[in-house]
């Protein structure tokens, strides 16, 4: 009898703790699946959206091979105002700009160049965005504006950031900076990024023709 009146306490006692406690463990597994139910709907949202940016950029690379330079335009504000939290377009832009550099329109590549540069997500993208837009400047002779947007930590672009550099400077006539630059660009530590041979000839082809500037300045 004692162990049928313990049996019947547990029975009671877990009632009442089911009376007490139920709700919450019904809510917790409903809630469990409204969740899984939300992130596979997320999840197929964002792959629909993906593929239909992926479609939208495969027309806007269709209308540059056409020629159609105002069609790829509308394709490139379609990405960006449907899609703007995706890499395509960040690409879009990227591609649009350097088209645009092929074609003379240097003010629409340096237009298309700062907006990826401000707006996309992608930390590489913008740096890549940035030193683009640092030679559209130096090609407009805008050598002032080309050296403040290089004026940045580039992290892993250092090599790049320091070839374009001095570039610039030799553009400015200015042979001291411009070694130090290309100097720069060789040693760092991810110089890999640059064509040493090409950074390497600029800098013989600056010590060649500068060598007594270069050598009384740096006295």
Known sequence: MDEFFSEKEQIEQMRAWWRDNGWYVIGGLVLGALSLFGWNRFNVHENSQAEAASAVYVELREAIIDDDL??????????????????????????????????????????????????????????????????VLAHQKDYSDALVTLDVNPGFFSGRFNEVRGDIYVALSDPVSARNSYNAALTAPVSDQVDRNLVQMKLESLLETGNVIVDEVAE
């Open 70 to 135: 105002a069609d790829a335009r509308n394709h490139l504000e379609q990405l960006r105002e449907s899609y703007s939290g995706s890499p395509y377009a960040d690409q879009g832009g990227l591609l649009m700009a350097v088209i645009r550099m092929d074609a003379g329109q240097m003010e629409g590549a340096e237009e298309d160049l700062r907006y990826v540069m401000d707006e996309t997500s992608d930390p590489e993208l913008s740096m890549i965005a940035r030193l683009r837009l640092a030679r």
